[in-house]
T-cell receptor, first 113, second 114 residues
Framework: GENVEQHPSTLSVQEGDSAVIKCTYSDSASNYFPWYKQELGKGPQLIIDIRSNVGEKKDQRIAVTLNKTAKHFSLHITETQPEDSAVYFCAASANQAGTALIFGKGTTLSVSS | ETGVTQTPRHLVMGMTNKKSLKCEQHLGHNAMYWYKQSAKKPLELMFVYSLEERVENNSVPSRFSPECPNSSHLFLHLHTLQPEDSALYLC?????????????FGQGTRLTVV
């Protein structure tokens, strides 16, 4: 089955710096890779996702890159702000009904002003 | 608001108690899920319901019993739990039971078993 490893487990940056979170997956059949953000006291919320037919996707200050050959994908946050402080989860799955999303353990990002 | 509401937000129960967690979604979704979130561990999928039928049970102990009376409501009935069951229990819904459709999560129920 699929196994997703996420690093680092904690990340502290200064406001305005960039933050990068990396994930690796094991199942070559996986082709959908979402990222969720969980703020304190809230449930996870989808912030960006990427499918295997593209190598990069951007949405304002966040971007995700995917390397299918190496089986890893990364979340990039530029110009970080204090409100970016949260726990970020990557996930992977094969794109078919009945296949579950497999999540990483999460990265706690702290942005200090 | 995500459109997924969970109650209660916090629950403390003894090992001999019986309690239920409730989840309600107002998004018109066809699939609903229960996840367990423990510290330093990945989100663990517990149960999946699609069109009110249970389609997945990930080897969850029988002391956890789900119920989906209609497409908007999902319950998790708890009885004779163990301290290691203490965790954040998250409910989620999606348009259909496919991993590439966005899952909308509730705020969770923080469960403490004493």
């Amino acid at each position: 089955g699929e196994n997703v490893e996420q690093h680092p487990s904690t990340l502290s940056v200064q406001e305005g710096d960039s933050a990068v979170i990396k994930c690796t997956y094991s199942d070559s059949a996986s082709n959908y890779f979402p990222w969720y953000k969980q703020e304190l006291g809230k449930g996870p919320q989808l912030i960006i996702d990427i499918r295997s037919n593209v190598g990069e996707k951007k949405d304002q200050r966040i971007a995700v890159t995917l390397n299918k050959t190496a089986k890893h994908f990364s979340l990039h946050i530029t110009e970080t702000q204090p409100e970016d402080s949260a726990v970020y989860f990557c996930a992977a799955s094969a794109n078919q009904a009945g296949t579950a999303l497999i999540f990483g353990k999460g990265t706690t990002l702290s942005v200090s002003s | 608001e995500t459109g997924v509401t969970q109650t209660p937000r916090h629950l403390v129960m003894g090992m001999t108690n019986k309690k239920s967690l409730k989840c309600e979604q107002h998004l018109g979704h066809n699939a609903m899920y229960w996840y367990k979130q423990s510290a330093k561990k990945p989100l663990e999928l517990m149960f999946v319901y699609s069109l009110e039928e249970r389609v997945e049970n990930n080897s969850v102990p029988s002391r956890f019993s789900p119920e989906c009376p209609n497409s908007s409501h999902l319950f998790l009935h708890l009885h004779t739990l163990q301290p290691e069951d203490s965790a954040l229990y998250l409910c989620a819904s999606s348009q259909e039971n496919r991993p590439d459709t966005e899952a909308f999560f509730g705020q969770g129920t923080r469960l403490t078993v004493v």
